[in-house]
T-cell receptor
Framework: DQQVKQNSPSLSVQEGRISILNCDYTNSMFDYFLWYKKYPAEGPTFLISISSIKDKNEDGRFTVFLNKSAKHLSLHIVPSQPGDSAVYFCAASHLNDYKLSFGAGTTVTVRA | ETGVTQTPRHLVMGMTNKKSLKCEQHLGHNAMYWYKQSAKKPLELMFV???????ENNSVPSRFSPECPNSSHLFLHLHTLQPEDSALYLC??????????????FGQGTRLTVV
């Protein structure tokens, strides 16, 4: 049973524009959410996170939004750069559990 | 470089072979994980070790056998694998502060092909 879903397998965006990646979850116990970025032939690297006590967290060009009532989070990248082309994974966990549940990933391609 | 090192990076093995994947971290983390990533599927958690003790076996077939001799090293022993076991195997580690999870640090993975 997949508890974290990324329904868009791919996203293509023009350089300088905004990239919006979406993630939905089904487990209402999740209270900590993370985004990972993965380049080919490399392991995922942590990008940004948000806890359920917040609805927004910003780090430079990356902002994560959390809508708990909708069980939905999104990652905004603005402005998008060619180096942002990668696979982005959404992940979630909950207190008292140290496991991360991952989505299937969204491949972002930033066009010059 | 995330501080988590996996060897080998690539491995091709026959179905009757025995091989081992190695993971090493010197980040002082207490928890270590094995994940499997198959094409177009979510990362699947396989095993979790916390302070060298296995705390999670996510219904993984016995042809995969983990070993954690100390908190810095994690192995995945492979034997009599099937072609459908071909995937990217990722090791990760994370610090534990009580029950709070923080971000996990991943190795670069081992690309396994079973022929």
């Amino acid at each position: 049973d997949q508890q974290v879903k990324q329904n868009s397998p791919s996203l293509s965006v023009q350089e300088g524009r905004i990239s919006i990646l979406n993630c939905d979850y089904t487990n209402s116990m999740f209270d900590y959410f993370l985004w990972y970025k993965k380049y080919p032939a490399e392991g995922p690297t942590f990008l940004i996170s948000i806890s359920s006590i917040k609805d927004k967290n910003e780090d430079g060009r990356f902002t994560v939004f959390l809508n708990k009532s909708a069980k939905h989070l999104s990652l905004h990248i603005v402005p998008s750069q060619p180096g942002d082309s990668a696979v982005y994974f959404c992940a979630a966990s909950h207190l008292n559990d140290y496991k991360l549940s991952f989505g299937a990933g969204t491949t972002v391609t930033v066009r010059a | 470089e995330t501080g988590v090192t996996q060897t080998p990076r690539h491995l091709v093995m026959g179905m009757t072979n025995k091989k081992s994947l190695k993971c090493e971290q010197h980040l002082g983390h207490n928890a270590m994980y094995w994940y499997k990533q198959s094409a177009k599927k979510p990362l699947e958690l396989m095993f979790v070790y916390n302070f060298k003790e296995q705390t999670e076996n996510n219904s993984v077939p016995s042809r995969f056998s983990p070993e954690c001799p100390n908190s810095s090293h994690l192995f995945l022993h492979l034997h009599t694998l099937q072609p459908e076991d071909s995937a990217l195997y990722l090791c990760a580690s994370s610090p534990r502060t009580g029950n709070l999870i923080t971000e996990a640090f991943f190795g670069q993975g081992t690309r396994l092909t079973v022929v």
